[in-house]
Antibody, heavy 121, light 108 residues
Framework: QVQLVQSGAEVKKPGASVKVSCEAFGYTFTSYQMHWVRQAPGQGPEWMGTINPSGGSTRYAQKFQGRVTMTRDRSTRTVYMELSSLRSEDTAVYYC??????????????WGQGTLVTVSP | SSEVTQDPAVSVALGQTVRITCQGDSLRSYYASWYQQKPGQAPVLVIYGETNRPSGIPDRFSGSSSGSTASLTITGAQAEDEADYYCTSRDSSGYHLVFGGGTKLTVL
């Protein structure tokens, strides 16, 4: 069955970078767009961007342009999200999520378990 | 700021019908999707392509749209439907996804 398995929780200092991984199981990795969504404590989800695992093309939310990099490794069926120049406001749970086979761009049917990133001095 | 907006909170009596709305100019061009999120869990897709339910989602959930407003209707709300609900759509550029601020549904 489809599963997205993310890397473990991270604690970072302000100004540092964090790289979160998302390994895909149970489907053809290159056939489905992957998204990254974050959720700060007590807040709603926030879309960060998306990557095409086949060609590697990316699209980022304007808010994160210049600070986020999404990459993929087809050999390990893994996508990565790296966020730099971290600040306290980046403390959040970060999710990867797959575009549904039956839907369109914003229809995300499978989600990872989430990775808590805490930014603290 | 979000390009799609939702009422922060809505309540419904058990077994009654409730509608949760999402407003935004981009909804005139792009369809909405809806997610249910319970505490400590990832969001779950309950409506896609404006009106469609993924398999496993009860048929008491339905979606509709008119103009710049998309709606999620729960007909015969159950206690387990108490959750946060988020709409999503493309933004005005069409290239990015935006989430609404969410509606907290309380089932009384």
């Amino acid at each position: 069955q489809v599963q997205l398995v993310q890397s473990g929780a991270e604690v970072k200092k302000p100004g540092a970078s964090v790289k979160v991984s998302c390994e895909a199981f149970g489907y053809t990795f290159t056939s489905y767009q992957m998204h990254w969504v974050r959720q700060a404590p007590g807040q709603g989800p926030e879309w960060m961007g998306t990557i095409n695992p086949s060609g590697g093309s990316t699209r980022y939310a304007q808010k994160f342009q210049g600070r986020v990099t999404m990459t993929r490794d087809r050999s390990t069926r893994t996508v990565y999200m790296e966020l730099s120049s971290l600040r306290s406001e980046d403390t959040a749970v970060y999710y990867c999520a797959r575009t549904a086979s039956f839907g369109g761009f914003g229809d995300l049917d499978y989600w990872g378990q989430g990775t808590l990133v805490t930014v603290s001095p | 700021s979000s390009e799609v907006t939702q009422d922060p909170a809505v309540s419904v009596a058990l077994g009654q019908t409730v509608r949760i709305t999402c407003q935004g100019d981009s909804l005139r061009s792009y369809y909405a999707s809806w997610y249910q999120q319970k505490p400590g869990q990832a969001p779950v897709l309950v409506i896609y392509g404006e009106t469609n339910r993924p398999s496993g989602i009860p048929d008491r959930f339905s979606g509709s749209s008119s103009g710049s407003t998309a709606s999620l209707t729960i007909t015969g709300a159950q206690a387990e439907d108490e959750a946060d609900y988020y709409c999503t759509s493309r933004d005005s550029s069409g290239y990015h996804l935006v989430f609404g601020g969410g509606t907290k549904l309380t089932v009384l």
